[in-house]
């Protein structure tokens, strides 16, 4: 009897022994699991500088539309697209025929209206001589002397009429006011063209520049003299230099972008021609009175969940094993290589840029820079 209560002690303390030893591997399981892994970075206060690019169009310095300043049919066009003027030449011509006849009706009522001047003015001389001699009356003076002046008055309004007739006639002949070299022609000869109607579009001057519009979120960094690099996709492999020639104190049509002016300040080989596709690309210090900009970091190291913006930041606590802590941050603005952190974290904090989605606040990692 005692033999059979001491094997059922012995069945018993070995069944426990056998659970108490599976227990045991099942926690040494748990405790072996591996920890997940997570790349991180220290964080950088950065040098406060980042580029921005901004797309325009090349134009000239100077620009100007050349039109008749009379109406008519043009007679003839002496230039074409790309051709270089100089002050003075002729561009184009107007018929002439109604402006010739316009002259010269003019010059013969000029011609009229002296030979009345010079009869009024002999006859207001005679009748003075005849009044101071007592032979003719006061009234014959005066009349005579008001036909003279109205005579006088005829002869330089028909004068003006000549000098204007004359001006018209030499207005059929399009001159070019400056040296330019010819953009657009955009007339034809035969062509019955308004007073003040685009002949010939030009461009003059030495000196290039691309207009760009800036958004209102970095004009403020935009200050005139600030140097710039300007690249031309026609042109590969060539970065020009430039500067900041005009900042706009308005928005361009009541929008969120300011016009800016960039002029190219090196002369160069490269025959660049007005209306190329330009890159302007500028230097932007966001640093505040020479403080230091704040910190940047990629995209994706920030999560956003229901109670806001956040990233993880690493705790070391032995050898490669770190804690990860949840830390609201709060976000500036977007730049080239991140997004500005305002508030949340400081330079030499290490934070997750990996696996950011799967973290929880606590949560013990294994971390790999």
Do not use: W
Request: glycine residues 8%.
């Amino acid at each position: 009897m005692m033999n059979k209560y001491r094997k059922s002690f012995c069945a018993v303390c070995l069944a426990a022994s056998l659970f108490l030893s599976g227990c045991g591997e099942e926690q040494a399981t748990e405790l072996e699991a591996p920890l997940r892994q997570v790349r991180s970075i220290v964080v950088d206060s950065g040098t406060g500088v980042f580029e921005r690019s901004f797309s325009g169009t090349l134009h000239a310095s100077q620009e100007t539309s050349l039109s008749f300043k009379v109406s008519g049919t043009i007679e003839d066009i002496a230039v074409e697209v790309g051709d270089k003027i100089t002050k003075g030449d002729v561009l184009a011509t107007l018929d002439t025929s109604s402006y010739s006849l316009e002259a010269q009706k003019a010059q013969a009522s000029l011609t009229e209206a002296q030979s009345e001047f010079r009869n009024a003015k002999a006859d207001y001389d005679r009748t003075k001589k005849l009044y101071e001699a007592g032979n003719s009356s006061r009234s014959d003076l005066d009349n005579a002397r008001t036909a003279s002046d109205s005579a006088a008055a005829s002869v330089q309004s028909v004068r003006k009429s000549l000098e204007i007739a004359r001006l018209d006639l030499s207005y059929t002949k399009l001159k070019a006011e400056d040296d330019c070299a010819i953009a657009s022609v955009d007339a034809d000869e035969g062509e019955n063209v308004a007073q003040g109607t685009q002949i010939f579009f030009a461009t003059c001057g030495d000196q290039l520049e691309v207009k760009i519009d800036i958004p209102e979120s970095i004009i403020s960094n935009i200050k005139k003299d600030m140097l710039v690099s300007v690249s031309f996709p026609a042109i590969a492999d060539k970065v020009f230099k430039g500067k900041v020639f005009e900042v706009g104190v308005s928005s361009v049509a009541g929008g969120t972008t300011f016009p800016v002016t960039v002029v190219l300040t090196e002369s160069d080989a490269y025959d660049l021609k007005a209306g190329l596709s330009a890159d302007v690309t500028f230097a932007i210090d966001t640093r505040i009175n020479g403080k230091q900009a704040a910190p940047v970091l990629p995209a994706f190291a920030i999560g956003e969940d229901q109670n806001g913006r956040f990233v993880f930041t690493v705790e070391p606590t032995s050898g490669n094993r770190a804690m990860v802590k949840r830390v609201p941050v709060q976000i500036g603005e977007i730049q080239q290589n991140g997004i500005e952190i305002l508030q949340g974290i400081k330079p030499g904090m290490r934070v997750v840029t990996a696996g950011v989605s799967v973290l929880r606040d606590g949560m013990e990692v294994k971390v790999s820079e």
